[in-house]
């Protein structure tokens, strides 16, 4: 029974399959064509792909458990050698050496707004620009 379902299916597209194609263009039938083969084409070119990717995914051996490194235990007497010595001050820079000079002041900035024509320049001072 299913056998004979499958021929009567297979018969019916190829009849239909051949009706459109006798209507369609040889430019057209050439896209169909190429559209066909193209992804026949694909087909063993994803299958490789698959078999490589999987390649890769081996599970990795399991590493052998290693041992926690014992903790370290630090006996000291009971007075800590720091008690027993003089507390150091800290130490002051050499009157000497010469310091860097501080840098010479600049003049305050001036901002001109663009737009303006020559006669009427708007020049702004420092504290007149946070006004803006």
């Known amino acids: ?3 004979i379902l499958t021929i009567i299916i297979a018969v019916a597209v190829a009849t239909l399959v051949g009706a459109v194609a006798y209507r369609l263009s040889s430019d057209a039938l050439a896209i169909i064509v190429g559209v066909v083969l193209g992804l026949a084409a694909l087909i063993p ?3 490789m792909v698959a078999i490589l990717l999987r390649r890769g995914q081996t599970e990795p051996e399991p590493r052998p ?7 370290v235990i630090v006996v000291s007497s009971g007075f800590p050698a720091q008690m027993m010595q003089q507390p150091q001050q800290a130490a ?3 009157p000497s050496q010469a310091l860097i000079p501080a840098p010479p002041a600049q003049p305050p900035r001036k901002f001109r707004m663009m737009g303006y024509e020559a006669t009427e320049s708007v020049d702004l001072q420092d504290s007149e620009w946070a006004a803006y």
């Open 1 to 3: 029974m299913k056998t």
């Open 45 to 47: 070119t994803l299958v």
């Open 65 to 71: 458990v290693q041992q926690p490194q014992p903790p």
């Open 92 to 94: 002051l820079p050499d």
